[in-house]
């Protein structure tokens, strides 16, 4: 659906920090990794190599306030917690995924035109 400047410009406060929580740096790995199968904490940390505990915990808490994101501790020895991606968060693959492919399809079109605009800066 195409939006008119006005259209944007009315949702624009109820939307802006939807976007906000869902384009966070983090995010949109997380909710793909998590579109597979609950994770554990652990294991997204190795995944999403470079990400910090600290930005992953805090990533992790944004999208369980969000409801985009399920936490469950399981009782047992040692104490496990997995996260899974709720119903709502599922809402999202399909975009995710539509957002990915254009990143594959295009990569190459974004590198050149970032080549293109360095060499023009060095001049």
Same mark, same amino acid.
């Given at each position: ?7 944007? =410009?009315?949702?624009?406060? #109820?939307?802006?920090?939807?976007? %906000? !929580?869902?384009?966070?740096? &983090?995010?949109?790995?997380? +909710? *793909?990794? +998590?579109?597979? @199968? ?6 997204? @940390?190795?995944? =999403?190599? #470079?990400?910090?505990? @600290?930005?992953? *915990?805090?990533?992790?808490?944004? +999208? /369980? ?6 936490? *469950?501790? *399981? ?6 917690? /997995? ?15 539509? =957002?990915?492919? &254009?990143?594959?399809?295009? !990569?190459?079109? =974004?590198?050149?035109?970032? %080549? ?8």
């Amino acid at each position: 659906m195409a939006y008119t400047e006005e259209q944007v =410009l009315e949702t624009l406060p #109820g939307v802006r920090p939807v976007l %906000e !929580q869902i384009a966070h740096k &983090w995010a949109i790995l997380i +909710l *793909t990794f +998590l579109c597979d @199968k609950p994770q554990r904490f652990n294991a997204l @940390k190795r995944r =999403l190599d #470079g990400i910090t505990q @600290k930005a992953l *915990t805090e990533s992790l808490r944004r +999208l /369980e306030r969000n409801g985009l994101v399920e936490r *469950t501790v *399981t009782v047992s020895s040692p104490i496990a917690v /997995e996260y899974s991606i709720t119903p709502l968060g599922r809402t999202l693959q399909d975009p995710f995924t539509a =957002l990915y492919d &254009w990143g594959v399809e295009h !990569q190459g079109d =974004l590198r050149d035109a970032q %080549e293109r605009f360095d060499g023009r800066e060095t001049r």
